[in-house]
């Protein structure tokens, strides 16, 4: 019960690690204690840090967490090999940012973006043209192999940046889908 | 005097060639690109020639008339491809045949009948190997390929007759979209192969991959070393390999391996070798085609007969007899390879570049490693993605995914994110436990989501709130530069945290 005691008086110790997917993880950080993780005390303890480089201790086992991308309070966390993004909040960002959500707009255009370098050895669509999740938008040849990208959703082809035959480096926008009502 | 091998390869294979070589009293020359002048396999050398082809459109591995310029300069006597690169290029083989220079590989007509997969496929008619319905041989319009998938039934594959690798290839379900498929496989084997030749046959939607290792001399005597299951595929990459298969019976595998046997005797096949088959559901299986070099997945093989393939390459190459009999060839214990590749399996397997900042593989007993980087290595665009193969040998099959799943647990890299998640999961994966998985089990079974971990994430989790709260109580604590700058302790709050 001591530990809800900590929960209700200091605020400004508990703190909300949310993924995309909605998964959220309240973490109490005790001093000199073990945290409390969804209402749980976790035996969670740290064995050593160094600059983005974490290892901790539980339940016997030794986990090595690095720091991979950073951004505002947005962190990806490696972890056996396996990536997490967690967008960290104080209770106050946290509540804020509720009642922000509620008020913002559904969905929005989406870029697509090359998830690798390579080379665009197809385009099947135009702008204008109606897509379907899971239709081919065009083909991108990295490391020998040619991979279609398709639509993750459906709407509109609003703009299209390449053509057959550009070289494209990672992360540069392609195409720009709207989204259809 | 010794004989001076070149290693025309790079990675693993260099320093798998050059283990077995030195065994044999060979002198090991390998190629220095300016593209990864500190790779591990140069210091595994007795000798290192440099050779610049950092402006050249071709690696060095895949240019022919560098590759014999450097064996009449360094007086070379054998010349090893490894895989990959110019190892299945007849070419290579008639030049090092007019250098004299023992190339470890067939006679390059072999060479060049097995690449080609329409004469491979009359070949392997001819000795009684059985194959797919499908065309002939090559189609030369959608219209022709129409016909005969019309003719055998959807759905049809159609493949590049010069291919490999998975290029070239495409699954066809239906009749309106053949077309499509066509165009873009032409386009990708004329650009790959240089050669858009397709042909169409009847696609078996979900089959095991089982390849015999074949191993033969020149004086006629070929034996085969068993069975090797490769079924574990991502876009007709290997990612697992085992040996031997749990689908095969006793009277099968007996079976395939007389037939692949016979197979190579019949055209006159004269070092180490694979036959490729698919199997249905059912157990029928079909020649898809005979690779003519040491292949990646080769240590399964070695790991459970004891046999060196890449020495009695070597051996043959050298007009050596084969000293073992079929009989010799005893199959101990289990064996599973994982291969680790620089790839991001929760982004599509996308490929990882950058530097190995730590590098830790597992020992023990039965574990095998085969690498070609090390602490500090970088790893660069220009090769394939593969830094290691993990291989685990255990008395049975479940010894064996037990051993190789702890090998895994053991083995830590900083630096990239590799398949070693994803190696994890499958080995531990139920299809994989009861050996039913298929060639289609990425495509079909497998999402990113499946390699998380709860304990994992909630480890992950902590740690982000541990950094963000010692952010947090930085900006608390930090007042000497609140007073001296007066600056609000909001905006350096943002500040920290963009």
Redesign the interface.
């Known amino acids: 019960m001591a530990q809800e005691y900590v929960y209700k008086r200091d605020n400004s110790?508990l703190?909300v690690?949310m993924?995309d997917n909605g998964?959220r993880?309240k973490?109490i950080?005790n001093e000199d204690k073990i945290?409390v993780?969804n209402e749980k005390e976790?035996d969670?303890r740290?064995v050593r840090t160094e600059e983005s480089?974490?290892c901790?201790e539980?339940r016997e086992r030794r986990?090595?967490?690095?720091?991979t991308k950073r951004n505002?309070?947005s962190?990806t966390?490696?972890?056996?090999?396996?990536?997490?993004t967690?967008s960290?909040e104080?209770v106050s960002s946290y509540l804020r940012k509720k009642i922000l959500a509620k008020d913002a707009g559904e969905e929005q255009d989406l870029s697509i973006k090359a998830?690798?370098?390579g080379k665009i050895?197809?385009v099947y669509v135009d702008p204008g043209d109606e897509v379907n999740v899971g239709d081919p938008l065009f083909?991108l040849?990295?490391?020998?192999?040619?991979?279609e990208i398709l639509s993750p959703i459906k709407g509109k082809v609003l703009e299209l940046t390449i053509k057959e035959g550009d070289v494209v480096v990672?992360n540069d926008e392609l195409v720009k889908i709207g989204v259809v009502d | 005097m010794a004989k001076r091998l070149l290693v025309a390869n790079r990675g693993e294979i260099a320093i798998r060639i050059m283990k077995s070589a030195k065994e044999l009293g060979l002198t090991c020359v390998v190629i220095k690109s300016p593209k990864e002048a500190d790779a591990l396999y140069l210091k595994h050398a007795d000798e290192v020639v440099s050779f610049d082809d950092a402006s050249n459109a071709t690696s060095v591995f895949l240019d022919i008339d560098a590759l014999m310029g450097i064996c009449r300069e360094n007086n070379i006597d054998v010349l090893h491809p490894g895989y990959g690169f110019l190892s299945e290029n007849p070419d290579l083989a008639n030049a090092c045949k007019e250098n004299n220079v023992v190339f470890a590989g067939p006679k390059s007509e072999l060479i060049r009948d097995m690449g080609n997969k329409t004469i491979a496929k009359e070949k392997a008619v001819e000795a009684g190997l059985p194959l797919l319905a499908g065309s002939a041989g090559v189609v030369h319009s959608y219209e022709e390929a129409e016909d005969i998938a019309d003719k055998i039934g959807y759905p049809v594959i159609l493949k590049a007759a010069a291919g490999g690798g998975g290029r070239g290839m495409r699954i066809v379900e239906s009749r309106d979209q053949i077309e499509k498929n066509y165009k873009s496989a032409h386009a990708e084997s004329l650009a790959a192969f240089n050669n858009g030749d397709l042909f169409v046959e009847k696609y078996i939607p979900s089959p095991k991959h089982i390849e015999f290792q074949i191993l033969a001399d020149m004086h006629g005597n070929v034996i085969h070393l068993g069975e090797r299951e490769c079924s574990l595929q991502r876009k007709h990459q290997k990612l697992i390999e085992e040996a031997p298969s749990p689908f095969l019976s006793p009277q099968k595998r007996e079976e395939m391996g007389q037939k692949s046997v016979e197979f190579a005797k019949k055209i006159g096949y004269d070092s180490v070798g694979t036959i490729e088959f698919i199997m249905d559901a059912n157990a029928n299986y079909y020649f898809m085609e005979m690779n003519t070099r040491i292949q990646v997945e080769h240590p399964v093989t070695e790991m459970i007969t004891g046999v060196d393939l890449i020495a009695w390459q070597l051996r043959v190459a050298m007009g050596e007899k084969l000293t073992l009999t079929q009989d010799d060839i005893k199959f101990q214990g289990w064996a599973i390879e994982c291969r680790i590749n620089a790839e991001d399996a929760q982004n599509r397997f996308s490929p990882e570049t950058g530097i190995i900042s730590q590098i830790i593989f597992p020992e023990g007993e039965d574990i095998r490693i085969e690498t070609g980087v090390e602490n500090n290595s970088v790893v660069t665009p220009y090769f394939d993605s593969m830094l290691a193969k993990i291989i685990v040998r255990g008395w049975d099959r479940q010894n064996a995914i037990g051993r190789m799943d702890r090998a895994l647990l053991n083995f830590r890299i900083d630096g990239l994110k590799t398949t070693v998640p994803f190696s994890k999961l499958v080995i531990n994966h139920r299809d994989f436990t009861l050996g039913t998985y298929t060639t289609k089990w990425v495509e079909d079974y497998y999402t990113d989501i499946m390699l998380e971990n709860p304990v994992d994430e909630m480890i992950a989790a902590h740690a982000a709130v541990y950094l963000y709260h010692n952010e947090f109580s930085k900006v608390a604590s930090d007042t000497p530069d609140f007073e001296e700058d007066s600056m609000s302790v909001w905006v350096m709050k943002r500040r920290l945290n963009s």
């Open positions: 110790r703190f690690a993924r998964r993880f973490v950080m945290p993780i976790e969670i740290l480089h974490m901790f539980y986990f090595h967490c690095v720091v505002k309070n962190y966390m490696l972890i056996n090999g396996v990536e997490y967690f960290v104080s998830p690798m370098p050895t197809a083909a040849e990295a490391m020998k192999m040619q991979n990672k």
